[in-house]
């Protein structure tokens, strides 16, 4: 199992990020990456593994 650790911006797992105004909950942060996961409309799950700096870039703020 990969180990999880702290990021700078204090991300921990069950935050909500927005992106692209869709809510994904931080499922994991592992050592290079941080798991997303969202249930879609159509009830299946969805998962992406972004780093710090993409999810930054990424989310709506």
Known sequence: M???KQLDRS?????????NQTDWTIAEILDE???????????????MDVSEEEL???TDR
Do not use: A, W
């Open 56 to 58: 930054e870039r990424l």
């Open 11 to 19: 991300y921990v797992p069950g935050d909500i990020v927005t992106i």
């Open 33 to 47: 990456k941080i798991r997303l996961y969202r249930e879609r409309v159509d009830g299946r799950s969805q998962t």
């Open 2 to 4: 990969e180990q999880e």
